[in-house]
């Protein structure tokens, strides 16, 4: 049973300013669950319609029904399970080999997805804007599907962060080199603007070179492409000729 005290404070944790203050997130779903715990992230409870979906547990597993479930879950179909685990303490951003830097952010689902393709890439350190969405949020803890634990995610001034890395600093542009063309270094920082407005002024004085996506449909007036997809194409070049 979740009792009424329990129910609003796993509610309160959809805010940022309640993760903040318990020190918690929250974690839909059986595979994002067991990833999460499987990569050393401190389970703190575990709320699920069947404890024998979670063998890795053991007695820490509490049986609720469907309906309790429904009253702490955010999904309109809630996932059979929901956890709390702890807030790991954040790192320093690395400076060395490829960084993606994220300048403000917005989409919940757009930084779950870069988060995993920044483990598929094996990108270390993601370094975000202070105006990035919460990277604890539950939408992008659910896009994530587990790679939350694996990629070290840096909250910072991303101006001071790009001038005191030491590293080049690539900026997605869609006036930028051609990225398929480019000769791309095995260190540096690949820079992802805002979804409606792109990279800001002042990040964009800091770069060493734009690159870009080039367009092949034939009539050209495709605006753009989705932050994320964008992240994923220059990622794959950026890592071509070092496998």
């Known amino acids: 049973m979740v009792s009424k005290s329990e129910i609003k404070l796993i509610t309160g ?10 020190g918690m ?6 595979k994002v669950i067991t990833e999460l715990y499987k990569a050393g992230m401190d389970l703190r409870e575990l709320f699920t319609v069947d404890a024998d979906l979670f063998s890795f547990t053991g007695n820490r597993a509490r049986e609720i029904s469907e309906n309790e479930l429904k009253k702490i879950s955010q999904l ?3 996932n059979k ?3 709390l685990f702890d807030i790991p ?14 300048d403000d952010i917005r989409d919940p689902g757009n930084l779950g997805t870069i988060v995993r393709l920044c483990d598929w890439f094996g990108v270390e350190d993601l370094v975000c804007s202070t105006t990035t969405v919460d990277c604890f949020n539950a939408k992008v803890v659910q896009a994530t599907m587990g790679s939350l634990a694996r990629v070290n995610i840096v909250y910072t001034d991303l101006e001071a962060y790009i001038r005191e890395s030491g590293l080049p600093a690539f900026a997605a542009d869609m006036d930028g080199e051609n990225v398929y063309t480019a000769s791309l270094p095995e260190q540096g920082i690949l820079v992802m603007g805002n979804e409606a407005n792109g990279i800001s002024g002042n990040i964009r004085l800091l770069a060493d070179r734009f690159v870009s996506i080039p367009r092949f449909g034939r009539v050209q007036q495709t605006e753009s492409l989705n932050v994320a997809t964008a992240t994923a194409i220059l990622l794959s070049e950026f890592r071509r000729g070092y496998q």
């Open 13 to 22: 944790l959809h805010q940022k300013k309640y993760r903040n203050r318990h």
């Open 25 to 30: 997130f929250i974690a839909e779903g059986i």
């Open 76 to 78: 309109k179909t809630p």
């Open 81 to 83: 399970a929901l956890a």
């Open 89 to 102: 303490e954040e790192k320093k951003a690395g400076n060395s080999g490829i960084v993606v830097a994220l």
